[in-house]
T-cell receptor
């Protein structure tokens, strides 16, 4: 079964850091781009970052560029998001999602999400 | 960045109704347009990719159309399980963007 499982969320003070993880299983991880998407309480979906499958190219939304770093370990089939200099507006459920080049680069598999709360 | 504008932001409809949601891109995106459904406290689910291709396992009452900058999602006959939020998303640019969402509610 294709599965993504996020972890690492929690309560952090403004200016703090968290590392989110997304463990993948059931597919050849290195063949796919991976994404982070977040959803603030009561708000819509916001794409945050992506990393390509093998060459490691990375992409960021302007709202997180310079503060967040996406990475992947294909040997561990795990995706990461290092979040630094966190702000209240970063409070959200963070989802990892698989990017499928064969499906128009859509995001066809999603994890259940991990919650990040930035508050003093 | 490419901006995606959905309308309406909310919609009330009845079981059996035909509903259409529109999505407009701020620039040309060919057919790199995807639609997702999200139910409360659940992860989004891919419905339509490449503007008009139905994802495996999605009921045929869902359909998508459009190309260039203007797109639509149509549900031909609403079922109780279809009341949810719907989002469009462009994948033309590697800097993905979503529409603001449409909340479909029971009338």
């Amino acid at each position: 079964e294709v599965q993504l499982l996020e972890s690492g969320g929690g309560l952090v003070q403004p200016g703090g850091s968290l590392r989110l993880s997304c463990a993948a299983s059931g597919f050849t991880f290195s063949n796919y781009a991976m994404n982070w998407v977040r959803q603030a309480p009561g708000k819509g979906l916001e794409w945050v970052s992506a990393v390509s499958g093998s060459d490691g190219n990375t992409y960021y939304a302007d709202s997180v560029k310079g503060r967040f770093t996406i990475s992947r370990d294909n040997s561990k089939t795990t995706l990461y998001l290092q979040t630094n200099s966190l702000r209240a507006e970063d409070t959200a459920v963070y989802y990892c999602a698989r990017g499928h080049w064969g499906l128009g680069f859509s995001m066809d598999v999603w994890g259940q999400g991990t919650t990040v709360t930035v508050s003093s | 960045d490419i901006q995606m504008t959905q309308s309406p932001s909310s919609l009330s409809a009845s079981v059996g109704d035909r509903v259409t949601i529109t999505c407009r891109a701020s620039q040309y995106i060919s057919n790199y347009l995807n639609w997702y459904q999200q139910k409360p406290r659940k992860a989004p689910k891919l419905l339509i990719f490449s503007a008009s291709s139905l994802q495996s396992g999605v009921p045929s009452r869902f359909s998508g159309s459009g190309s260039g900058t203007d797109f639509t999602l149509t549900i031909s006959s609403l079922q109780p399980e279809d009341f949810a939020a719907y989002y469009c998303q462009q994948s033309y640019s590697p800097l993905y963007t979503f529409g603001q969402g449409t909340k479909l509610e029971i009338k």
